[in-house]
């Protein structure tokens, strides 16, 4: 019989140094919230787990992550946007740490959405389903 694990991995921590660091992100704040002063108008990507569910018979953690993306302008937002969901499709098959990434899969592909915390800001979301397992 397959039991769920004494912990679970820290989804959005692996999402954001698994893009912390890439060169098609550069200058763009990548974090699971908002820094102090932020009002919609800087480069970022913030991530948040969504949701998602632990498939007991696979041994599997699916969660839903969600990609806040923001830019100064709508076109720049769009650009990090792409850059952000084709860094971590490309995550699939990958180990981190002690978390292998058996899969990543697009939920919702990016939508302009209107923030209506950050009056002025350009935000795309995204949301992608993780496939992890630890060992």
């Known amino acids: 019989m397959s039991s769920a694990p ?3 991995p820290d989804v959005e921590a692996i999402v954001v140094d ?13 974090d ?9 108008t800087q480069r970022a990507v913030i991530v948040s787990r ?16 969600e990609l806040e993306v ?7 937002a769009h650009v990090l946007a792409n850059a952000a969901r084709a860094e971590l499709l490309n995550a699939a098959g990958t180990t981190y740490g002690t978390t292998f990434i ?3 899969v697009e939920a919702d592909g ?3 959405y209107p923030d209506y915390l950050y009056t002025a800001a350009n935000r795309y979301l ?10």
């Not at 699971?32 to 919609?40: I, L, Q, R, V």
């Open 6 to 8: 004494s912990t679970f």
């Open 18 to 30: 698994l893009l912390s660091d890439r060169p098609e992100l550069a200058g763009a704040i990548v």
């Open 32 to 40: 699971e919230t908002p820094p102090a002063g932020f009002d919609g």
């Open 50 to 65: 969504r949701g998602g569910a632990w498939i007991d018979d696979l041994h599997l953690d699916q969660p839903l992550i």
């Open 70 to 76: 923001y830019g100064p302008d709508k076109p720049t």
């Open 102 to 104: 058996s899969d990543v």
């Open 110 to 112: 990016p939508r302009w």
């Open 126 to 135: 995204c949301v992608l389903r993780l496939s992890l397992r630890t060992d």
